[in-house]
């Protein structure tokens, strides 16, 4: 069974251009998860959806930062325009229902690198 | 705001000796506990939950739990170099809430 898979794995950009990052859960989860990790900051969590619904966005940065969740298998999180403190690596992590919601299973990341 | 501290370390360890990793939190509600295991460059990956007071048992790795210290500890006996990784503490406020992580620590095993 295929895990959360996200893409791209690797992206490099300049100040101002729009990011997208894409992220396909695994099959059967109704909770997807966006989280952000640095050096500085560790693992923050950004936003979640239940049911293709966000619930909680309140880590989002400001409002450059959007995400979306149009179907149970795909999302997205969008950076526009991007910002060279917006480097780092962003993960999504999906969960099972009537599980809880602490059991996540994170894809490998995309690592973006704003210039 | 929810916070969830652990020490950064790096903690080192030789191979064979018992590894304690230590987590606090702030939210006097939570009710679920998890450690995650990070090799570098790559997604962490649970290794452990806990919910009650305690301690649980899964092979070399005992999560220990004291929630009126709101206290956290994992322990791994016989530490292996496989081992040497950064090890994320998470905390889950309420049902239905997402995890909070800490920052992790780093445990380095010598062999």
């Known amino acids: 069974d295929a895990g959360v898979i996200q893409s791209p794995r690797h992206e490099v950009t300049e100040m101002g251009q729009e990011v997208t990052l894409r992220c396909k859960p695994i099959?059967?989860?109704?909770?997807l998860f966006w989280y952000r990790q640095t050096m500085m900051r560790g693992l923050e969590l950004l936003i979640y959806?239940?049911?293709?619904?966000?619930?909680?966005d309140s880590g989002m940065p400001e409002d450059r930062f959007s995400a979306k969740m149009p179907n149970a298998s795909f999302s997205t999180l969008k950076i526009q325009p991007s910002e060279p403190r917006d480097s780092a690596v962003y993960f999504c992590?999906?969960?099972?229902?009537?599980?809880?919601?602490?059991?996540?299973?994170f894809g490998e990341g995309s690592r973006l690198t704003v210039l | 705001q929810k916070e969830v501290e652990q020490n950064s370390g790096p903690l080192s360890v030789p191979e064979g000796a018992i590894a304690s990793l230590n987590c606090t939190y702030s939210d006097r509600v939570s009710q679920s506990f998890f450690w995650y295991r990070q090799y570098s460059g790559k997604s962490p990956e649970l290794i452990m939950s806990i919910y009650s007071n305690g301690d649980k048992e899964d092979g070399r790795f005992t999560a220990q739990l004291n929630k009126a210290s709101q206290y956290v500890s994992l322990l791994i006996r016989d530490s292996q170099p496989s081992d040497s990784a950064t090890y994320l503490c998470?905390?889950?406020?309420?049902?239905?809430?997402?995890?909070?992580f800490g920052k992790g620590t780093t445990l380095s095993v010598s062999s």
């Open positions: 959806f239940n049911n293709n619904v966000p619930i909680d």
């Open positions: 099959s059967g989860h109704d909770y």
């Open positions: 992590a999906s969960s099972s229902p009537g599980a809880n919601t602490g059991e996540l299973f």
């Open positions: 998470a905390v889950d406020g309420q049902a239905g809430t997402a995890l909070i």
